[in-house]
């Protein structure tokens, strides 16, 4: 006599399967996530490069940070770019270079540390990646621009 519906094991492997499907498209989506954060990052990391670029013109030197500090924060002073210097929202520029310091992702623990070096003639940019970037050299972790390039190594 032939049954109708399903085994027990069926019902197993269907299940089983389900949860596979399930936990693969986990890891796909995070992975993605934290690939469109970090070209995000890539792409504010090169906008204060340019904005730095600006203020060298306007002042024929970086902005002074003798000792590292966290760009697009209050208490740092470092919320935006003016032909001064870094300032907070509410100060008023001569000239407005970068209105605000970008990071999108600053209230999730990104952070984005700025310092002159060489009597204020370059400067170090350090920020954090958490996913590969192999075909432009960029990988996970902590990489470093400065005036002229972008490495995969600590600045600090």
Same mark, same amino acid.
């Given at each position: 006599?032939?049954?109708?519906?399903?085994?027990?094991?069926?019902?197993?492997?269907?299940?089983?399967?389900?949860?596979?499907?399930?936990?693969?498209?986990?890891?796909?989506?995070?992975?993605?996530?934290?690939?469109?954060?970090?070209?995000?990052?890539?792409?504010?990391?090169? !906008?204060?490069?340019? *904005?730095?670029?600006? %203020?060298?013109?306007?002042? $024929?030197?970086?902005?002074?940070?003798? =000792?590292?500090?966290?760009?697009?924060?209050?208490?740092?002073?470092?919320?935006?770019?003016?032909?001064?210097?870094?300032?907070?929202?509410?100060?008023?520029?001569?000239?407005?270079?970068?209105?605000?310091?970008?990071?999108?992702?600053?209230?999730?623990?990104?952070?984005?540390?700025? !310092?002159?070096?060489? *009597?204020?003639?370059? %400067?170090?940019?350090?920020? $954090?990646?958490?996913?590969?970037?192999? =075909?432009?050299?960029?990988?996970?972790?902590?990489?470093?621009?400065?005036?002229?390039?972008?490495?995969?190594?600590?600045?600090?």
């Amino acid at each position: 006599m032939k049954k109708n519906g399903f085994t027990k094991i069926d019902i197993l492997i269907f299940v089983g399967l389900i949860i596979i499907v399930v936990v693969v498209d986990v890891f796909v989506v995070s992975y993605f996530n934290k690939k469109e954060r970090d070209i995000q990052m890539l792409s504010e990391v090169n !906008q204060i490069r340019s *904005s730095l670029e600006v %203020y060298l013109h306007y002042n $024929n030197e970086y902005p002074e940070a003798n =000792e590292p500090v966290v760009l697009n924060d209050a208490y740092e002073a470092t919320e935006k770019l003016c032909q001064e210097g870094f300032k907070r929202f509410i100060d008023s520029c001569q000239k407005d270079i970068l209105k605000q310091i970008p990071n999108q992702f600053f209230a999730e623990g990104n952070r984005y540390y700025y !310092q002159s070096i060489d *009597s204020q003639t370059n %400067y170090k940019l350090e920020f $954090n990646l958490d996913t590969d970037f192999k =075909e432009l050299g960029f990988l996970k972790g902590k990489n470093c621009a400065d005036n002229f390039q972008i490495i995969n190594q600590a600045c600090f």
